[in-house]
Structure formats: C-alpha cells, structure tokens
C-alpha cells in the first residue's frame, strides 16, 4: 500500500509569490491534515479535510487555504508569500478524522523556502 | 487553551539503557494522545495511540502511558539502539476544539 506523497519536496520562490502544494493520502483515507513545521513554533495545524469538506482549521491568516477532491488528494495554497512562511509542509491522512482520528500516517513533506 | 510541554527538549544516553520520555498537556479533555518519531528532514511516524479512556499501549520495545487527569504521559523505551536516535512528539486531539496540538519534541541521542 503506497504512503502518503506529497509533492514538490523542496521549493524556493521570492515573497510575494504565491505557491500550491498537493498531498495524495493512502488509499481509501479520507481525512486529510495539513501543519507547519518551523525550528522555532515547532508543528501547528493548519487544516483538516474529510470527504471535500475543510472540518477544522487552525490559527493561521486567510493567506492560507486548502481543498480536497473527491479521490481525497488535497492541496494547499499559500499565497502573497512571506519570508516568515519558510518552513517544512506536512500532510497527514487518517482513516477517520475530527475527534475520532486514528492513526495520522504523515508524509515526507514539503520544504519552503521564501526569498 | 491547551498547551502541550516535553521536558527535556533534548537527551543523550549510552545505547542499551532503558529511558523515559515526559509529555505534559494542560487540559485534561483529550480524546487522545500520540507518540510520533521525527527523522531529521523527513515526516512523522506514528509510534503509539491511546485514546482517552485507556491507560497504556505497548509495541515491542516501547511502552507509552497515559494520566488524564495529572495531564501526563510518557514513553518508555526500552533497551534503548543507536537507530533510537530521533526527535520523538507527543501530540494531543484536543477535547474541546478536536484540534491536534503538538509539543516540541525531545531530541533524543542514543550513544554507541
């Protein structure tokens, strides 16, 4: 059974930019959840997906967004990029999510790294 | 607002020693907790769940616990193994908001 994949693995743009990152869960998960990873705030959730529906997001600007398909791959969008945005993307996927989440199966990420 | 705390954030000790990880939350309505391992660069691997209503789960070496109502839980490593070294998360589904909210990690170092 394939992981979690999620692409590009490494990008670099210039602030201002705007960047879309995608993740493809593990067949027949349908809850997909985003983080940001920083040396300094650590991992902080950004958002979950189940079934094309965003079910809880967490306390990032609206610069941030997100969207689930209907094959559950999701992507993220980050836009009017920020230096401060530089940082490792993870996506996970679960067979359930919101408060009956099992087991989060995490991907390689993706590396940002703003100008 | 929950907070999730791991002490120390960094540890180094000789390969073979049994060794315990500590993970402290602030609120006690969780409806569970888990123990990730980080490689540096790469994704998370989950290592142990134990949902709100029990006490301990175990997987070979590793054994995590959990106290609800002190806000604390550790994992025990076991026999500790040069590929031991990781960072090692501990993560909380919070009970009020059903947001996930991690610590920082401990940063563990297992010595040859």
């Known amino acids: 059974k394939a992981g979690v994949t999620q692409t590009p693995r490494y990008l670099i743009k210039t602030r201002g930019q705007q960047v879309t990152l995608s993740c493809s869960p593990i067949s027949g998960h349908r809850s997909v959840s985003w983080y940001q990873q920083t040396p300094g705030q650590g991992l902080q959730f950004l958002f979950e997906y189940f079934s094309e529906t965003q079910r809880n997001k967490g306390n990032f600007p609206g610069r941030f967004s997100g969207r689930q398909f209907s094959n559950s791959r999701s992507e993220m969008n980050v836009s009017t990029l920020e230096l401060g945005d530089s940082a490792l993307y993870l996506c996970?996927?679960?067979?359930?999510?919101?408060?009956?989440?099992?087991?989060?199966?995490f991907g390689a990420g993706t590396r940002l790294s703003v100008l | 607002k929950q907070e999730v705390t791991q002490i120390p954030a960094a540890l180094s000790v000789p390969e073979g020693e049994n060794l315990v990880l500590n993970c402290s939350f602030t609120?006690?309505?969780?409806?569970?907790l888990q123990w990730f391992r980080q490689d540096p660069g790469k994704g998370l691997t989950s290592l142990l769940l134990i949902q709100s209503s029990q006490r301990e789960q175990t997987s070979g070496r590793l054994n995590a616990s959990l106290d609800k109502s002190s806000g604390r839980s550790t994992l025990y490593i076991a026999a500790s193994q040069p590929g031991d070294s990781a960072t090692y998360l501990c993560a909380v589904v919070d009970g009020r908001d059903d947001k996930i909210i991690f610590g920082k990690g401990t940063r563990l170092h297992i010595l040859p």
């Open positions: 996970a996927s679960s067979s359930s999510g919101g408060r009956t989440k099992n087991i989060q199966y």
């Open positions: 609120d006690s309505a969780i409806y569970n």
